[in-house]
């Protein structure tokens, strides 16, 4: 049942391709359009919504917040991203016009379901971007846009979270095309680029012989630091996450401008820091402005893993260790940047032999508020 792979944490991690490319699947028609007639909400209602709430928890939540970076700039409609556990007690600002966007992949956490019914109670449109057929959430929802991932056994989500992520950037896309925004004419091209996604975390994943090696070194280490810019905030919270969940070992994720705020502090002489490098071609200049963040944590004893694009030669000279991946447009680089670390932290924890699968005081859905 586990095709061959020690764990079905490496079994899932390994399905990544096929779990991205069968959500993009049937959801453009023959002139290459984006149709997501399974919606069966009026096109109508669709182009009044004036804002996004998005709401989930744990690794679904950051597929939200990398959707937000995504679905902002696409529809330019306002993206809010929501712990499905806060967004009842924090009055939302919710009416007709809100789509709540709700993410989980089992459709059972109950904190989410307990959001989504609580936003159809003030009148939103609620879509369920969901991997479960049949389950609650979307029972309780008004339209479903499934994942299709296929089963997620291993209880740190893995393939599930690339699956959300996609299917975010085709409700993106829809809805950007729906309402004729600046970027509609894009979407064509975006969906040409997912497109070959799979095929470049196929290529990814059969280079991950040396992160398996440096995690096998780090056996040890007590905490690890993840940094982050624009969508690469969010995988650096992702990675952070698999750590703690699969190691348990003390481990953040912060936004790379954040640094100078505070973090900078916890930098001493060996502190292990991951860097998701943005693509050089990210706008403003944010890749020069995270190299530079390398460069400062370097220059004060940090150990660098940079995560960073193929031929992206700047990050060299400030990096203990270079991961490359291979090259897509920057706001589709999260589905290749975290595959890197989801093989780190499954590796430190096969190293400090503990259950990859069933990790301790964990539960893979949490059917309790
Ligand atoms: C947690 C799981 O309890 O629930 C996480 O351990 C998951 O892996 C989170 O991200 C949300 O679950 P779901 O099923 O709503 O996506």
Known sequence: EKGG????????????????????????????????????????????????TIVACGTAAYAGMVAKYAIEHWTRIPVEVALAHEFRYCDPIVDERTLVVSISQSGETMDTLMAVKHARDLGALTISICNTHGSTIPRESDAVLYTHAGPEIAVASTKAFLAQITACY?????????????????????????????????????????????????????????LGRQVGFPVAMEGALKLKELAYIHAEGFAAGELKHGPIA???????????????????????????????????????????????????????????VPHTSPLLQPLLTVVPLQVFALELSTAKGLDVDQPRNLAKSVTVE
């Open 5 to 52: 792979y020690d764990t079905f944490m490496e079994k899932e991690i390994n399905e990544q391709p096929q779990a991205v490319g069968d959500t993009l699947l049937g959801r453009t028609d023959e002139s290459g359009a984006l149709s997501l007639d399974e919606l069966r909400i009026p096109e109508e209602k669709l182009r009044q919504v004036d804002r996004i």
């Open 170 to 226: 085709v409700l993106g896309l829809y809805l950007a095309q729906l309402r004729g925004g600046v970027h509609a004419d894009n979407a064509g091209q975006v969906m040409s680029e997912l497109h070959e996604v799979p095929g470049k975390i196929d290529q990814l994943l059969h280079t991950m012989g040396r992160v398996r090696e440096i995690a096998r070194f780090m056996a040890d280490t007590r905490s690890v630091l993840f």
């Open 266 to 324: 916890l930098i001493e002489p060996g502190q292990p820091v991951f860097i998701v490098v943005p693509g050089p071609d990210t706008p403003h200049g944010l890749h020069g402005k995270v190299v530079s963040n390398i460069q400062e944590i370097r220059a004060r004893g940090a150990r660098t893993l940079v995560i960073a694009e193929e031929g992206d030669e700047a990050v060299v000279p400030f990096a203990d260790e270079v991961i490359r």
